[in-house]
Nanobody
Framework: QVQLVESGGGLVQVGDSLRLSCAAS????????MGWFRQAPGKEREFVSK????????VYADSVKGRFTISRENAKNTVYLQMNRLKLEDTAVYYC?????????????????WGQGTQVTVSS
């Protein structure tokens, strides 16, 4: 079955960096755009970033643009989220998602698979 396994979360301070990883298995990785969402306590899940199957196209939420970078390594079936200059408001559970090429809509959360999430906590 399809599995998306996130790693790399943790407790950091404001201004620090973290890199999240998501390892995918059970699917043809290049048939999927990949992305990240997050859910803060008491809030709805929100889109963070998306990358096309070949890495040529990326999209970011305004709140993370210029600070976060999404990338993927198709040979390793892995997608990454490099998070720099972290802020208190970046505290959330971060979820990896896979959306079938041309059939998904990351802006609305219409994706095929979700990971279990990894906690990122930014403290002052």
């Amino acid at each position: 079955q399809v599995q998306l396994v996130e790693s790399g979360g943790g407790l950091v301070q404001v201004g620090d960096s973290l890199r999240l990883s998501c390892a995918a298995s059970g699917l043809t990785f290049t048939s999927y755009a990949m992305g990240w969402f997050r859910q803060a306590p008491g809030k709805e899940r929100e889109f963070v970033s998306k990358i096309s199957w070949n890495g040529d196209s990326t999209v970011y939420a305004d709140s993370v643009k210029g600070r976060f970078t999404i990338s993927r390594e198709n040979a390793k079936n892995t997608v990454y989220l490099q998070m720099n200059r972290l802020k208190l408001e970046d505290t959330a559970v971060y979820y990896c998602a896979a959306g079938r090429n041309y059939l998904s809509n990351f802006a609305t959360g219409k994706v095929s698979y979700w990971g279990q999430g990894t906690q990122v906590t930014v403290s002052s």
